[in-house]
């Protein structure tokens, strides 16, 4: 089993451009979840979904957007990039249960010039 | 207020020595689960040890134990024979309301970073 992947690992943009990290997990799990870690401040949720077709705000999702079409894939896009947006990105899954353990994919190093 | 507090930016251990990193949250709802995961210079997330609110034993795995004190709200982790392999930044979280089967999210705190050395 491969876990959760993340596509790409690294991305350099520039402002105003787009761009959509993949996340992936082969563990049939209904939960996923998008974060971004910044210096300092701990991971913060972005967007997450309950399941396949929906997907709900958290702390930090202006500028972002998300779509989960697909079980097991977690799309997360930016439209228009902006250097706020520089961080990494994690995407994480877990199942259904109280106790919750979620597994985090390796992070996507976005740098926005 | 901030949810989750970790107010030791950094700490360090001599190897095969006991180590506490802190962690207080702030939360009105009786029901809530705690987390401590671990992050390595590789940089991926590692899940260690899960307390519930409810939960009457602190809970253990392996070298790994939470001191929990729900009326002072504090899930300390307690690591016992530090390693080498266990440097690295160590995050709290928290999950505010009891599971109704939606999504749990997680409040994360900033992070505590042990150094253990020889």
């Known amino acids: 089993n491969a876990g959760v992947t993340q596509t790409p690992k690294f991305r350099v943009l520039k402002t105003g451009q787009s761009m959509t990290l993949l996340c992936a997990q082969d563990?049939?799990?209904?939960?996923m979840y998008w974060y971004r870690q910044d210096p300092g401040m701990g991971l913060r949720l972005i967007h997450y979904?309950?399941?396949?077709?929906?997907?709900a705000k958290g702390e930090v999702p202006d500028g972002y957007n998300v779509s989960r079409l697909k079980k097991q894939n977690f799309l997360l896009g930016l439209e228009s990039a902006a250097p706020s947006q520089t961080s990494v990105y994690f995407c994480?899954?877990?199942?259904?249960?109280?106790?919750?353990?979620?597994?985090f994919g390796p992070g996507t190093r976005l740098t926005v010039l | 207020a901030q949810k989750i507090t970790q107010t030791q930016p950094g700490m360090f251990v001599q190897e095969k020595e006991a180590v506490t990193l802190d962690c207080t949250y702030d939360?009105?709802?009786?029901?809530?689960?705690l987390f401590w995961y671990k992050q390595p210079s590789s940089g991926e997330m590692i899940f260690l040890i899960y307390?519930?609110?409810?939960?009457?034993q602190n809970a253990t795995e392996g070298r790994y134990s939470l001191n929990f004190q729900k009326a002072r709200k504090s899930a300390n982790l307690v690591i016992s024979a530090s390693q080498l392999g266990d440097s690295a930044m160590y995050f709290c979280?928290?999950?505010?309301?009891?599971?109704?089967?939606?999504?749990?999210?997680?409040?994360f705190g900033t992070g505590t970073r042990l150094q253990v050395t020889l």
């Open positions: 994480a899954s877990s199942y259904r249960t109280e106790y919750n353990e979620q597994f």
């Open positions: 563990m049939n799990h209904e939960y």
């Open positions: 979904s309950v399941g396949e077709g929906t997907t």
């Open positions: 939360t009105s709802d009786p029901s809530y689960g």
């Open positions: 307390q519930g609110s409810y939960d009457q």
């Open positions: 979280a928290m999950r505010e309301g009891a599971f109704t089967g939606t999504a749990s999210k997680l409040t």
